[in-house]
C-alpha cells in the first residue's frame, strides 16, 4: 500500500514516539486491548495507521504555500509538512482529513460567500499534491465544508485526489462511487474499510451520496458497516466530523452518537474531527476513540485574540499498530505524536521530538513548550 518506505522514516516516528513518553502519559504507548481479548494467539497480518487532523487552507496558509511556489506556480504547501512527513511516509496507512473542498487547477480560492453558519471555502488544487507527497494514502471527505461549492465542489475535490493517486471517503460523484466507499482494500495482507461522515453542513444537504452527513443518527453509518463487513472487511474504520467547536471534551450527544456506533461491535476505530482543538483518547465499548485530532494545518489563530485561542495550533498525529491473528481476532495498540504549528510560517512540527532536537532554533522552543503543555491538559488521561 504504502509508498518508499525507508529505515530512516521508521526510525523517525518510533524515535518521536519513544520521545513522548519522556515527558508526558497521553503520548505513552497503553496497554494493548483485544476485541474480543485472546491470550497466546500470535498476530499473523500486522499495520500500522497514522491519521491527522484538519486541513484548512485559510488565508495565512495560503500566504506560506504562494511565497513557497517557484516562479510560475501559485502554491507550494511542501515545506508546511516536510517536518511531520517522515512520520506520516513510515506508517503502512496514513489518512488525512481534508476539510475545506478543492479547486480545480486556477481556480479562486479562499472565501466564496456565507452561509448562515460559516464562510463558504475552497482551497487551491495544490493542496492534494502536498498531501500525497507528504505520504498519505487517503482522505476523509466529510465535513461542514463538504458542500461550500456545492456538488461542484466535491468534483474538484475528489477530481484532484484522484490526480494525486489519494484514495478519499465522505463525498462522492455519483451513487455507485458512494456505495463503492465501503468496500474494503488490501493494507498489508488486511482487508480494511475506512468511512468518513460528518454530523454538521455548513449548507443544505444534497442527496446523501454525494455527501455522508447524519444528524448524530447512527443507522446511516451502521448500514455502510455492515455493507462494509458484507464486503469482506476484517478491519473497519470511521472517522467522523463533528460541529461543536472549541471545546475539550466531547459533547453529550456527540458521546451518545459514537457510543451508539461502537455498541455495535463491528467498528474497530473512531477518528473524529470537528472541534479544531484537541480531545481525550479513550475506549468506548471496547473500542478506542479519538475524540478530536485538533488540526493539522491552519491558519488559527496568530494571536489569542478573537474566536480561537493558541488550542487551534495544536493537533495529534494518531498512530495505531493493527493485528489480525489467525482466528481473526482484531488488536489495536493505540498511540499518540503531537503535532504544532509554527506561528507566521504554519509549519506542522512534531512537538516533543523537534523539541529534544539540538538543531531546532531557540525560538521555536518556547512555541514547542507552550504546545506540549496545553497538549498535557487534554490528553495525559490516556491510560
Not at 478506542?288 to 493537533?315: C, F, H, I, K, Q
Not at 510560517?345 to 525560538?363: E, I, Q
Request: hydrophobic share 45%; charged share 15%.
Amino acid at each position: 500500500m504504502r509508498r518508499g518506505r525507508r529505515a530512516a522514516a521508521v526510525g523517525l516516528a518510533v524515535a518521536g514516539l519513544a520521545a513522548g513518553a519522556a515527558w508526558a502519559a497521553p503520548l505513552q504507548r497503553p496497554a494493548e486491548v483485544n476485541r474480543p481479548a485472546q491470550r497466546g494467539t500470535p498476530p499473523v497480518r500486522s499495520f500500522t495507521l497514522a491519521a491527522t487532523g484538519d486541513i484548512l487552507t485559510e488565508n495565512l496558509v495560503l500566504a506560506n504555500g504562494a511565497a513557497a511556489a517557484a516562479p510560475g506556480e501559485r502554491y507550494d504547501f511542501g515545506p508546511l509538512f516536510a517536518r511531520h512527513a517522515p512520520i506520516v511516509s513510515a506508517a503502512t496507512l496514513a489518512i488525512c482529513h481534508m476539510e475545506v473542498p478543492l479547486g480545480w487547477p486556477g481556480a479562486p480560492v479562499g472565501a466564496h460567500g456565507r452561509s448562515n453558519t460559516a464562510n463558504r471555502l475552497l482551497g487551491p488544487a495544490e493542496m492534494a499534491a502536498a498531501v500525497a507527497g507528504a505520504g498519505y494514502d487517503r482522505c476523509s471527505t466529510a465535513s461542514n465544508h463538504s458542500y461550500d461549492l456545492w456538488a461542484s465542489g466535491i468534483d474538484s475535490t475528489l477530481g484532484m485526489l484522484d490526480a494525486a493517486g489519494v484514495t478519499h471517503a465522505g463525498t462522492a460523484r455519483s451513487a455507485e462511487e458512494a456505495a463503492a466507499s465501503a468496500q474494503p482494500f488490501l493494507v498489508h495482507g488486511v482487508q480494511v474499510s475506512h468511512l468518513s461522515w460528518s454530523v454538521a453542513s455548513n449548507t443544505e444537504l444534497p442527496e446523501q451520496w454525494r455527501f455522508h452527513y447524519t444528524a448524530r443518527n447512527p443507522a446511516p453509518v451502521l448500514a455502510e458497516v455492515a455493507a462494509a463487513r458484507a464486503a469482506g472487511a476484517e478491519v473497519v474504520i470511521v472517522s467522523v466530523h463533528t460541529g461543536r467547536e472549541n471545546v475539550f471534551a466531547p459533547v453529550a450527544d456527540d458521546r451518545a452518537f459514537v457510543t451508539a456506533l461502537t455498541a455495535s461491535g463491528q467498528v474497530d476505530l473512531v477518528i473524529g474531527h470537528g472541534p479544531h482543538v484537541i480531545q481525550p483518547i479513550e475506549r468506548v465499548n471496547g473500542t478506542w476513540v479519538y475524540w478530536s485530532l485538533g488540526n493539522l494545518v491552519s491558519g488559527m489563530p496568530e494571536s489569542n485574540a478573537g474566536r480561537y485561542t493558541a488550542d487551534a495550533r495544536d493537533g495529534l498525529l494518531a498512530w495505531a499498530e493493527v493485528r489480525v491473528t489467525a482466528d481473526g481476532t482484531v488488536s489495536i495498540t493505540p498511540s499518540a505524536v503531537l503535532l504544532c504549528n509554527q506561528l507566521g510560517t504554519r509549519t506542522v512540527w512534531p512537538a516533543v521530538s523537534a523539541l529534544a532536537d539540538p538543531a531546532t532554533p531557540a525560538a521555536l522552543r518556547p512555541q514547542l513548550e507552550a504546545c506540549i503543555t496545553r497538549a498535557t491538559r487534554i490528553v495525559a488521561p490516556l491510560l
